[in-house]
């Protein structure tokens, strides 16, 4: 089947820095990924839909400013949580879904973000 | 707006029985398409099953059937034979719209942690 990759997979930094977070479709392209972010014990919460080559979509709530997504290539967005604090300590996944598929998207296996 | 609802957040099940994980849902969409993936301990998101709104049989893929009610606005994942690396959590998911396009977003319930008890 499909597959997406993220990297890093873990990530510790200091706050007040920034973070960049790649996800790749492997062996399909991708003119939309979404972005998710998951609290310990709870669901995925869709931050902002990426679109190649246009600006993302940011769902409701979600500060676009400080989390920048990038869709350059069609088989690459990234994520940056930029000034980073503690409150964004969180697992950071992405998806990307496969034209024509019913299968809807593939995930990423998550980045594991800890911010100190 | 449309709203994923799972009721339980924890359920247990004897190692070779079947089990059934609700999930209700509520669009104004005719269009739509119901999900269930598997997030174990690792926290990546497998796919299980797929259920369009048009589709006039219940989903199956090996061991899990979709049982989907339209009129109550149901998609209960059934997993028969539970194994005990079927322990995780189990999120059910819709897409409003698309039909055969999948670049639509997913709204995810809050889910439901399984154990399979040896």
């Known amino acids: 089947g499909a597959v997406v990759s993220q990297h890093p997979s873990w990530v510790i930094c200091k706050s007040g820095t920034s973070v960049k977070i790649e996800c790749r479709s492997l062996?399909?392209?991708?003119?939309?990924m979404f972005w998710y972010r998951q609290f310990p014990k709870q669901s995925l919460m869709l931050m902002a839909t990426s679109n190649e080559g246009s600006k993302a979509t940011y769902e409701q709530g979600v500060e676009k400013d400080k989390f920048l997504i990038n869709h350059a290539s069609l088989t690459l967005s990234t994520l940056t949580v930029t000034s980073a604090h503690p409150e964004d300590s969180s697992f950071y996944i992405c998806?990307?879904?496969?034209?024509?598929?019913?299968?809807?998207?593939?995930f990423g296996p998550g980045t594991r973000l800890l911010v100190l | 707006a449309q709203k994923i609802t799972q009721t339980q957040p924890g359920m247990f099940v004897q190692e070779k029985e079947a089990v059934t994980l609700d999930c209700t849902y509520d669009?104004?969409?005719?269009?739509?398409?119901l999900f269930w993936y598997k997030q174990p301990s690792s926290g990546e998101m497998i796919f299980l099953i797929y259920?369009?709104?048009?589709?006039?049989q219940n989903a199956t893929e090996g061991r899990y059937s979709l049982n989907f009610q339209k009129a109550r606005k149901s998609a209960n994942l059934v997993i028969s034979a539970s194994q005990l690396g079927d322990s995780a959590m189990y999120f059910c998911a819709m897409r409003e719209g698309g039909g055969m396009d999948s670049s639509y977003k997913l709204i995810f319930g809050s889910g439901t942690r399984l154990l399979v008890r040896p």
């Open positions: 998806s990307a879904p496969l034209a024509g598929g019913r299968e809807t998207q593939y």
């Open positions: 669009t104004s969409d005719q269009s739509y398409g």
């Open positions: 062996d399909f392209q991708a003119t939309t």
């Open positions: 259920q369009g709104s048009y589709d006039e």
